[in-house]
Nanobody
Framework: VQLQASGGGLVQPGGSLRLSCAASGSILSINEMGWYRQAPGKQRELVASVSSGGSTNYADSVKGRFTISRDGAKGTVDLQMNSPKPEDTAVYYC????????????WGQGTQVTVSS
């Protein structure tokens, strides 16, 4: 599976930004898709994920502000970021995980999101 992420950039606090990630290759093996992020000096953390059945999971810090969506047939996953805060500034990585994996199997290349006025 290869992942191509896009959509990062500079956004003002309270604005909106949409990240997209497209998978190619053996997309039928994918169970879960989602996004991690890593800020300078911090560990990589899960932001949001969505299973093949549509179950979603969000970090507490983004609940109510970010929305994850997925098109299983196309192998895409999007992250709609509304009302971002400066603390959301990080490199965002999309990932995929198969049904039997405990950890992500594949990663996208990372896209920088900077929230600043």
């Amino acid at each position: 599976v290869q992942l191509q992420a896009s959509g990062g950039g500079l956004v003002q606090p309270g604005g909106s930004l949409r990240l997209s990630c497209a998978a190619s290759g053996s997309i039928l093996s994918i169970n879960e898709m989602g996004w991690y992020r890593q800020a300078p000096g911090k560990q990589r953390e899960l932001v949001a994920s969505v299973s093949s059945g549509g179950s979603t999971n969000y970090a507490d810090s983004v609940k109510g502000r970010f929305t994850i969506s997925r098109d299983g047939a196309k192998g895409t996953v999007d992250l709609q970021m509304n009302s971002p805060k400066p603390e959301d500034t990080a490199v965002y990585y999309c990932f995929t995980k198969s049904l039997r994996s405990l950890l992500p199997d594949y990663w996208g290349q990372g896209t920088q999101v900077t929230v600043s006025s």
